[in-house]
């Protein structure tokens, strides 16, 4: 699965795995796992094709589910640099475990695992369990939201993990004149959401 190319330049590096593997450059991710600069220039590069990627990934997790000795059928799809996988059988309740906290810890399991790949993540849902809750959640951040646009008053969030602050964020973007930002460290890491005006901005 590795296939390591170099060159003088990391476009040259690129175009030569794009030509060997005959593949376009949306169809690779790569690192650099060498920049040499001085009179020699080199650059080394790790190039992984993402359908062996998402194969990997599956396979990995196929390994973990069937040591749970669980029922299932995945549904995945790339896109964005993000492998969406969900999952469907007779043992949800089991994957998901009580308030999530097995469906987190099969994420967080697969999230690791895709660590070595450059920039892709695994979002990973249950009968789509993460889904209603995150819809729920955005709701919730909404309503939140118009109440500080109504009363001019910042509002601070209790501290949440990092996807759930994503989450914060990307639905605050929505809003004109509101803005959100993060403090403070992990595990206490929180968000508040103001008001802002043009004059502000």
Request: hydrophobic residues 35%.
């Amino acid at each position: 699965m590795n296939n390591i190319y170099s060159g003088k330049t990391l476009d040259i590096a690129l175009n030569k795995a794009m030509s060997q593997l005959n593949v376009s450059a949306d169809k690779i991710k790569y690192k650099v796992i060498d920049d040499k600069k001085g009179l020699i220039k080199k650059v080394t590069i790790e190039v992984y094709l993402i359908d062996e990627i998402i194969n990997d990934v599956i396979g990995k997790f196929k390994s973990i589910l069937d040591a749970m000795e669980v029922t299932y059928e995945l549904k995945t799809k790339y896109e964005d640099n993000i492998i969406f996988i969900n999952v469907f059988g007779t043992s949800n309740k089991i994957l998901i475990g009580k308030n999530g906290i097995v469906l987190s810890s099969l994420r967080t399991i697969l999230n690791e695992y895709v660590k070595k790949y450059n920039d892709i993540k695994v979002k990973l849902d249950i009968d789509s369990y993460q889904k209603r809750i995150d819809e729920r959640f955005v709701r919730e951040i909404r309503r939140l939201a118009r109440e500080v646009l109504k009363t001019g008053v910042e509002y601070k969030l209790d501290p949440m993990n990092s996807y759930q602050r994503l989450i914060v964020h990307n639905t605050i973007k929505k809003f004109d004149n509101l803005k959100s930002k993060s403090y403070g460290e992990e595990p206490n890491r929180y968000i508040i959401i103001e008001k802002v005006s043009d004059i502000d901005e």
